[in-house]
């Protein structure tokens, strides 16, 4: 499968526990996104990686979310002391420089 | 900050009626993007549009890019079960997408 990997695809926690999701993007791409959607909302950017800087960050990612690309190649997003509002699909997202984005599965992340 | 909006929010049709979804923006839209988002799923890349005026088809698909580069539309020709979904446009600009709403076809039974 050469497309954009995400893992886990379902992860249900505790309001206050940490999460981390996980983004395999397509190898030929350097550039990768995380979004964020909610139901019956288009996608919200959150980050933007090329390689493994780390070159843009939307104000809607908190002191607690945290996203790091190590090595330019997988990409991981944290989530520190969850809570409600969080609760979300997560879409992570690579492009090559000429664009147009290959949208992973995502993560659909429920907080209780 | 910048805002695309996107009419109608719904747009229920017969099967093998037309479809039309429109973006538009009080800025100048740098490269406009259109996705469709199967119910349960995510986002699926079909064309990007980037000069004045663009017209691309994919089949039954057209879609267009305004001249002022402030509007974008998609059209569907001969709805059919398998075009069911929400259909999104997106400014790509500076490393990122502005969305608009969605625009959800839904067929009616």
């Known amino acids: 499968d050469t497309g954009v990997s995400q893992d886990p695809r379902h992860k249900i926690t505790k309001r206050g526990q940490n999460v981390t999701f996980r983004c395999d993007p397509i190898s030929e791409h350097n550039r990768l996104y995380w979004y964020r959607q909610t139901l019956g909302q288009g996608p919200e950017f959150l980050t933007y990686?090329?390689?493994?800087?780390?070159?843009?960050k939307s104000r809607l990612l908190s002191d607690r979310f945290s996203a790091e690309r190590p090595k330019g190649s997988f990409s991981t997003l944290e989530i520190q002391r969850t809570e409600q509002g969080d609760s979300a699909m997560y879409l992570c997202a690579s492009s090559p420089a000429e664009g147009g984005y290959t949208f992973g599965s995502g993560t659909r992340l429920t907080v209780v | 900050g910048q805002q695309v909006m996107q009419i109608p929010q719904y747009q229920h049709v017969q099967e093998g009626e037309d479809f039309t979804t429109y973006c538009n923006s009080s800025t100048t839209l740098s490269n406009i993007q259109w996705y469709k988002q199967r119910p349960g799923g995510h986002p699926v890349f079909l064309i990007q549009l980037v000069k004045s005026g663009e017209v691309k088809k994919q089949k039954r698909l057209t879609f267009q890019f305004g001249e002022a580069k402030k509007n974008s539309s998609l059209h569907i020709t001969a709805t059919q079960t398998t075009d069911v979904g929400t259909y999104f446009c997106?400014?790509?600009?500076?490393?990122?997408?502005?969305w608009g709403a969605g625009t959800k076809l839904i067929i009616k039974p």
């Open positions: 990686f090329q390689n493994e800087a780390q070159l843009e």
């Open positions: 997106a400014d790509d600009s500076n490393y990122q997408l502005i």
